[in-house]
């Protein structure tokens, strides 16, 4: 059964270093999931970027939630792996289960 | 360790432990600015020989760097992992004035590509390139945005690495040049007995250094030989006359770092010179991918130094032995054997070494060579300490002992005598060392 998660602590994963993405998720008083995005190839990318982090946060079911990505170029399983860390972190999960990622 | 792959996750985990350290850094020193160095290898092979390779280049080139800015270094912390090499320099510096600086690294060294020289200022922020005025970073391979190729996946990684590999490859012959200056220093001031010089058994007419001078000098030296190389090879468009300036900005700030390791002995001054020419021609060849043959470099270093006599020696007031030499007797020293292209070299001493060489194996080689050169050079050195008187025995006795063409002990006896009246009469050859070496050095390197 999935559960949607809605209790979210502040949280952050990455760092702005090039090729890297700076994730940090926030709780969010709407329903819904808001992405905010900085890309330094959003012009081109951007869409696909923010696919991308709608669909990991969807497969996380988490809800009510803020994330922004500040991308320096990273590639797409960059983006996914820390997403993922940061909602986990703000999930005030330890260790992933990476089976279910 | 090495050619291992690394996970996904180990990388992540290093870039945010390494931005962990950064804060931890920033918090501890306070207002300082960070060089952060890592390699821009893709994919999960991230620890190579090349990139090791590469990693120890930008290392020195970052140390020079703040050796030359006289930059105050507080900490330097490096870790080679298979997450990738990387090391972070904590400086007392402004971060613009670092940024500026490691941006001409990435922009002008040959490997400059494969660096990533991060700076960041005392509140953590990295500054970007662009706002120094660089464009952003273009692919390892093609011309378009690096990150715009690396999304597209236009280059599959095993292109990718062939090509550091190649790149790094084509760059060794540097580092092979510059280690043969190294040895050539080496078998230099090792040959023992030598008369009046530094050697294994005794400080000769020295008494201010030792080997151990020598040692440390040579080590401060090494790393400027391939700077000689480096920008000879990278501005080898430019007139002979602003290469020659260039490779003479260099030698000078090679000198200095020669005096600081010796505490002030000038064990190599000469042998820089040399050194400096040498590596300018060689750099200035292997840009026109032309042979580094005899005929070849004694006429790119004839060239690059074609005024230097009329430069230093007409010109000036004179502030070093060679002028002073010049100005009292007319020899032109060493700087006339320079600008004829070291003739005395490539003409006379280099094939006398082969032959004894042959003969008579290397270290009986090496000894006559340098009776030969003893007996022909004008040498400053010989002048500033006897005089004329001094100079002419040491020629005399030098061209005796070599005509008797004496072998092994009886050879090392009579050098040993000759030390010690070189010692009594404190006459030091120094001159025909460094020619010595430079004999050394080209007859491992020239191709035939």
Excluded at chain 2, 258 to 270: I, L, P, Q, S, Y
């Amino acid at each position: 059964m999935n559960t949607l998660h809605v209790h979210l602590q502040p949280a952050h994963a990455g760092t702005l270093e090039s090729s890297d993405a700076f994730v940090r998720v926030m709780p969010n008083d709407q329903a819904g999931v808001e992405i905010v995005l900085e890309s330094s190839v959003a012009e081109i990318y951007g869409d696909a970027i923010e696919a991308l982090v709608l669909q990991t946060v969807l497969s996380m079911n988490v809800d009510r939630v803020k994330v922004t990505v500040q991308d320096k170029g990273a590639l797409d399983f960059v983006i996914k792996a820390r997403v993922q860390t940061a909602l986990l972190r703000a999930l005030g999960v330890n260790e992933p289960d990476w089976s279910t990622l | 360790m090495i050619d291992t792959h690394a996970t996904l996750e180990s990388i992540l985990n290093a870039k945010e432990k390494r931005a962990q350290r950064q804060q931890e850094l920033l918090a501890h020193f306070g207002e300082v600015s960070l060089i952060c160095l890592s390699l821009t290898i893709p994919g999960s092979l991230k620890l190579s020989h090349s990139s090791v390779v590469i990693f120890d280049i930008a290392l020195r080139e970052i140390r020079l760097l703040l050796e030359r800015e006289a930059l105050t270094l507080l900490a330097f912390e490096s870790t080679l992992a298979i997450s990738g090499a990387e090391a972070i320099f904590t400086c007392q510096a402004r971060s613009e004035e670092l940024k500026r600086l490691t941006c001409q690294i990435e922009e002008e060294h040959p490997l400059g590509r494969f660096m990533d020289i991060d700076v960041l200022d005392a509140q953590g922020k990295i500054l970007s390139r662009e706002a120094f005025g660089y464009p952003k970073r273009r692919c390892l391979i093609c011309d378009n945005e690096a990150k715009i190729c690396a999304r597209a996946h236009v280059h599959s990684y095993e292109e990718l690495h062939r090509h550091i590999d190649a790149s790094v490859q084509k760059h060794a012959w540097k580092q092979s040049i510059a280690l043969w200056c190294k040895r050539a220093m080496k078998r230099e001031v090792e040959l023992t007995p030598k008369p009046g010089l530094v050697d294994q058994a005794n400080s000769g007419a020295h008494c201010d250094m030792d080997i151990s001078t020598f040692y440390a000098s040579i080590e401060a030296i090494v790393p400027w030989t391939q700077r000689f190389l480096e920008e000879a090879y990278m501005y080898a468009n430019e007139e002979p006359q602003a290469a020659f300036s260039r490779l003479r900005r260099i030698g000078i700030a090679c000198e200095n770092a020669m005096f600081e390791a010796t505490r002030g002995v000038n064990t190599h001054k000469g042998m820089i010179f040399c050194l400096a020419l040498l590596c300018g021609a060689i750099g200035r060849l292997k840009a026109r991918n032309e042979s580094l043959t005899c005929q070849a470099l004694q006429t790119e270093i004839h060239v690059l130094c074609a005024h230097v006599v009329e430069e230093d020696l007409m010109r000036h007031t004179p502030n070093s032995a060679g002028m002073r030499f010049f100005k009292e007797t007319g020899s032109l020293g060493i700087r006339g054997v320079a600008q004829s292209g070291f003739a005395l070299v490539f003409e006379t001493s280099l094939p006398f070494f082969r032959e004894c060489y042959d003969r008579f194996g290397e270290e009986n080689a090496l000894k006559q060579t340098l009776l030969l050169l003893m007996g022909t050079v004008d040498d400053s050195t010989l002048w500033s300490r006897g005089g004329l008187e001094g100079l002419a025995f040491t020629k005399n006795e030098a061209q005796k002992i070599l005509h008797v063409g004496l072998k092994h002990q009886d050879l090392d006896d009579a050098l040993k005598r000759f030390d010690q009246t070189m010692i009594a009469k404190n006459l030091s050859p120094g001159g025909s060392a460094d020619l010595l070496a430079l004999t050394w050095l080209l007859s491992r390197i020239v191709e035939s």
